[in-house]
């Protein structure tokens, strides 16, 4: 998990309401990843980012929102728009080329009620 | 849109026996990675094996990949309580990488 931070860990919100994920690195890595986890599942990309202030949608965009305005922070809000944004929100970067490993925040795991 | 399956999608051994965790995918690639994942974690890169490369060896992880039959398989050895995890594959597909649903591996002790 070093170098990048996500927060807060757990996030409870009620339906209706918009909310953001945060995810900050200090790796100086290019390039930001926004995946969402289901119960037994794989990751699904949601929004990644190659480069500040340009992101393209993922898979499952729907419901969600990103900007880059710094480098360092790539932060999502999961809107009201977001059926069912009950899940464990992980957040990578990666360095370089489509070669490149990808290192993981430790997660955000949101709940609606 | 996942391309990698994982096989099996659980498994339970003892401590101290290989576990062996297959993934098929479905087009052409440039590598293929492995990741782990701890419970309620983030995911930790394992390793990542080229498709030039036939088997690559990361202290007690092998993993082989057969580009002929679009298949990976991670081996791990003489396995250890600690190895309790889920495994993933991942394969790049332009800037992304596309994701399996991984193994879930217990260690009984």
């Known amino acids: 998990d070093g170098g990048i931070t996500q927060s807060p860990k757990y996030l409870f919100r009620k339906e209706g309401q918009n909310v953001t994920l945060s995810c900050e690195q200090n790796?100086?890595?290019?390039?930001m990843y926004w995946y969402r986890q289901d119960p037994g599942q794989g990751l699904r990309l949601i929004y990644y980012?190659?480069?500040?202030?340009?992101?393209q949608k993922g898979d499952i965009a729907e419901g969600y929102s990103v900007s880059r305005e710094k480098k360092e922070s790539f932060p999502l809000t999961v809107t009201s728009a977001q059926k069912n944004p009950t899940a464990f929100y992980l957040c990578?970067?990666?360095?370089?080329?489509?070669?490149?490993?990808?290192?993981f925040g430790p997660g955000t795991r949101l709940t609606v009620l | 849109s996942q391309q990698g399956e994982e096989d099996p999608q659980a498994l339970s051994i003892q401590e101290g026996e290989n576990a062996t965790m297959n993934c098929s995918y479905k087009?052409?690639?440039?590598?293929l990675q492995w990741y782990r994942q701890n419970s309620g974690r983030g995911l930790v890169h394992l390793i990542l094996?080229?498709?030039n490369e036939r088997e690559k060896h990361s202290g007690r992880l092998r993993v082989t990949l057969d580009t002929s039959k679009k298949s990976s398989s991670l081996l791990i050895t003489a396995s250890r309580a600690a190895d309790t995890a889920s495994y993933f594959c991942?394969?790049?597909?332009?800037?992304?990488?596309?994701w399996g649903a991984g193994t879930k591996l217990i260690i009984k002790p």
């Open positions: 990578a970067t990666r360095l370089g080329g489509a070669k490149d490993t990808q290192y």
């Open positions: 991942a394969t790049d597909s332009n800037y992304q990488l596309i």
């Open positions: 980012s190659q480069i500040v202030n340009d992101f």
């Open positions: 094996i080229r498709s």
């Open positions: 790796l100086n890595h290019d390039a």
């Open positions: 087009t052409s690639i440039n590598n």
